[in-house]
């Protein structure tokens, strides 16, 4: 659903202004209004690398009126394969600085308000403080967690994205949405204890022309939210596999943790699913149970248990009657991306059950 727009316009455009962004103004929907609510806004960019070049470049030429890029590291020569922002000569000078420029020559009306600092809880607020809207666009899950809690704080929506190897996700947080939509925030995402030690793009890559296109689509979902035009990504998660050209969307609803539940047990609701012990997992092969392993491919990368098909929680939630009926043991890192899966394919028909602990549990069982 569309939502009322995030800012006042400003009362008019520079002569010049109009002149740039007249093919803006000409859209059905967005217009000269919209234009004017662009140049009013302000949106907070964390992260000048792979995912915040792109996204700079989209929000200064789109006519944001003022852009904080917070970042505190200098441009690597390892970068410019996917950081479009950065140029040769700009090795070893501040990411910030690259910011600065760029947004200058698309742009001479944006003020680009450059904070070469890394983002942290105790400088979070103050940091992103005026901010219409947030973009994240860094790339440790540590650093992830703290701009999600500041724009919980805040009450700011947040566009979120991620990108790893060949695969990115991108969705919208808001903790406090308008037009009585459901708040939606990242830990309905990635509970916390989730998510364990994930490689670096150092380690694994990156495909450097993702990074444009998930760039460009954290662009779009910020312009419209700044504007109050179509359908943004609040409750949902879209997935894109560049290497098979393909894109999909999950639904993503508050949490039951975050709701007043009704009194109720897991006898009247089929799709909470069972946990069963390590020491169980034998007798469930044996007796014909499927192992599905929803984990990222990077954690599969360095082992799994013998058996066990892989296919990401994303992938599952999008399409869980595709994984059949039948009994199918469903394993994560420690258990809560598995009871997300189990449940959604317990709702499509199949006998789901969730290995308790997960993989730190089974590992733990062969130490011992």
């Known amino acids: 659903m569309a939502l009322s727009p995030l800012v006042d316009p400003v009362d008019t455009l520079s002569d010049a202004e109009r002149a740039r962004t007249a093919r803006h103004q000409v859209l059905a929907g967005l217009g000269e209004i919209g234009q004017r609510r662009l140049r009013a ?52 000078d501040p990411k910030v600085d690259s910011a600065v420029r760029v947004a200058a020559d698309l742009s001479p009306e944006t003020t680009v308000r450059a904070m070469r600092e890394r983002i942290a809880d105790e ?22 967690l703290v701009v999600a809690a500041a724009t919980e704080r805040l009450g700011i929506p947040l566009v979120w994205g991620v990108i790893q190897e060949f695969a990115a996700q991108i969705t919208v947080f808001w903790s406090a949405p308008s037009d009585g939509a459901d708040a939606v925030v990242l830990g309905d995402l990635y509970p916390p204890g989730s998510v364990g030690e994930l490689p670096t793009c150092a380690a694994v890559g990156v495909f450097g022309a993702l990074c444009l296109q998930a760039g460009a689509i954290l662009s779009m979902e910020a312009i419209k939210l700044i504007t109050g035009i179509g359908d943004p990504l609040l ?26 539940p009704a009194p109720t047990t897991a006898a009247a609701d089929p799709t909470i699913p069972v946990e069963i ?91 011992s």
């Open 41 to 92: 806004a302000h949106i907070a960019v964390v992260g000048a690398g792979g995912l915040g070049a792109p996204v700079v470049l989209a929000l200064a030429a789109a006519g944001v009126g003022t852009l904080t890029i917070i970042d505190d590291d200098v441009v690597e020569l390892s970068n410019l394969q996917r950081q479009v922002m950065h140029r040769l000569g700009d090795v070893g």
């Open 123 to 144: 400088n979070a607020d103050a940091l992103l403080a005026g901010a219409d809207l947030v973009i994240d666009g860094t790339d440790t899950f540590d650093t992830r």
């Open 235 to 260: 409750g949902r998660v879209l997935v894109i596999d560049a290497l098979r050209a393909k894109t999909s969307e999950v639904p993503l609803r508050p949490s039951r943790a975050r709701k007043t």
């Open 277 to 367: 012990p390590v020491a169980a997992l034998s007798a469930e092969t044996v007796a014909g149970a499927r192992l599905l392993d929803v984990r990222e491919d990077a954690e599969v990368a360095t082992g799994t248990i013998p058996g066990a098909r892989h296919v990401p929680l994303a992938q599952v939630l999008a399409e869980p009657s595709a994984l059949g009926a039948g009994r199918i043991v469903v394993i994560c890192q420690a258990g809560v991306r598995a009871r997300r899966a189990a449940a959604a394919l317990r709702a499509a028909g199949a006998d789901a059950v969730v290995l308790a602990g997960g993989m730190d549990a089974w590992a733990a069982e062969r130490v």
